[in-house]
């Protein structure tokens, strides 16, 4: 029993990266339709840029301003790539090539600046102190990945609900001309988009800088795991999105009580070609059929 409390620990701690991964392409899936697969690289600059500023800046510093300059390299990639194709009548899978594209060149730009070694950024007493949780513990960078990612999710879903802003990127999802009737650019409410999202995965990546090092091709991993949240979450859902990767996160820990470390993401994604295969709108659209099936 206390192994099974410890591994829903260790789960919520994965679920949280998964989570902010994940509720940023929704976010930015939802708004614009982009198959954003570059998000992966951004997650990826989250961690590259602390590892690197930390031999200049104060830690703090240093991941303040690496998060701010993965939400750049978020926001130059749709002003510079995105749009301009968009104009000139590029979409779907055009977009989605040159996205993959973005990613490759990033993750090599990384890769030879740094090789195949971990990226590990010095966090300091974060990672070596220890939270006790009855007879289970957690070290405190862990605890506040947690905290961090319910605020800035809380965070997310108040902006989206109750600013102005929040509202007119809800309305762009639907209908980006309607945004410039009521006198506000698209082109700034998706600069917004591409922000928020980018922030979000900057932050997970800074975090697996600090816990386990950033390395060549953890950011897709991460980013397959939170597009399978996000399908399962049900597309254009923030919340089912969030869910599901924290579910995910779960999952993956608890799994270990039956196989190896190197099974669980391949067992999940057996699961979730099961799941879609049942149901390709997710979690969601199940609890409808069964509703409906009750009434």
């Known amino acids: 029993m206390d192994l099974f409390v410890q591994l829903l620990l260790n789960g919520l701690v994965a679920g949280s990266l998964y989570a902010l ?6 976010l930015i899936f939802a708004a614009t339709r982009h198959f954003h697969i570059a998000h992966a690289a951004v ?11 930390a031999d200049l800046l104060p830690v703090g510093s240093a ?7 993965s939400v750049v390299l978020g926001v130059l990639l749709v002003v510079f790539l995105y749009r301009p194709l968009e104009r000139r009548g590029g979409a779907g899978f055009v977009l989605f090539l040159v996205s993959l594209g973005a990613l ?26 220890t939270v ?9 960078g862990q605890v506040a990945l947690i905290v961090v990612a319910f605020v800035l999710f809380g965070g997310l879903v108040t902006l989206l609900a109750r600013t102005r802003m929040g509202k007119l990127v809800q309305a762009f999802s639907g209908n980006p001309e309607f945004v410039q009737i009521v006198g506000r650019k698209p082109q700034v409410v998706l600069v917004v988009v591409y922000a928020l999202g980018s922030l979000l995965a900057a932050v997970a990546g800074v975090y697996v800088a600090a816990d386990t090092g950033m390395q060549p091709g953890l950011g897709e991993t991460f980013f397959i795991v939170s597009v399978m949240a996000v399908i399962i979450g049900g597309i254009g859902s923030i919340t089912g999105a969030f869910v599901a990767a924290m579910l995910l996160g779960l999952l993956e820990n608890i799994l270990l009580l039956v196989m190896g470390a190197e099974w669980t993401l391949a067992a ?23 509703a409906r099936a009750s009434a």
């Open 268 to 290: 999940i994604f057996v699961l979730f070609l099961v799941l879609i295969t049942v149901s390709p709108e997710g979690l969601a659209k199940i609890n409808l059929r069964r």
């Open 43 to 53: 997650f990826a600059a989250g961690g590259y840029f602390a590892y690197f500023l």
């Open 132 to 140: 006790d949780i009855g007879r289970w513990s957690l070290i405190a």
């Open 63 to 69: 991941i303040a301003a690496a998060v701010l300059l």
């Open 104 to 129: 490759i060149v990033i993750d090599n730009i990384f890769t030879v600046g740094l090789g195949a070694r971990p990226a590990r950024l010095d966090a300091g007493g974060w990672f070596s102190t």
């Open 21 to 26: 991964v994940a509720v940023g392409f929704a």
